[in-house]
């Protein structure tokens, strides 16, 4: 694994650290059909931090596990900080480890 993979996993591992800490993780998936919307983000059927962690941080650790290709571009940041406002709980460092996602993602060919 190579030096970018690396950055990479650590960012995934500090969004799902986070999102732990905040008490946005759930320990049952949701139903398997709310997570087949070609919506993006799923947006239909999951609230945003469903999709964080049942289908960004599943897709983005398979990537790094496989040696897939990175996307080639990401824009969860903008929708992220309209949704976090609706949340009880002070989601800046998270809000700003997507951001870094995106950022990272922008940046790599």
């Not at 049942?54 to 080639?72: A, I, N």
Request: aromatic letters at 10%.
């Amino acid at each position: 694994m190579d030096n970018v993979t690396h950055q990479l996993a650590d960012l995934l591992l500090a969004i799902e650290a986070e999102m732990r800490n905040l008490g946005l993780w759930e320990a049952q998936p949701p139903p398997a059909d709310a997570l087949e919307s070609l919506i993006p983000f799923c947006h239909d059927t999951l609230h945003l931090e469903q999709w964080l962690q049942w289908v960004f941080l599943v897709k983005m650790k398979q990537v790094v596990e496989s040696g897939e290709d990175f996307p080639t571009s990401s824009d969860i940041e903008p929708l992220a900080e309209y949704r976090f406002e609706m949340l009880p709980q002070r989601t800046e460092r998270l809000l700003e480890l997507i951001g870094q996602f995106d950022r990272f993602i922008n940046r790599t060919p």
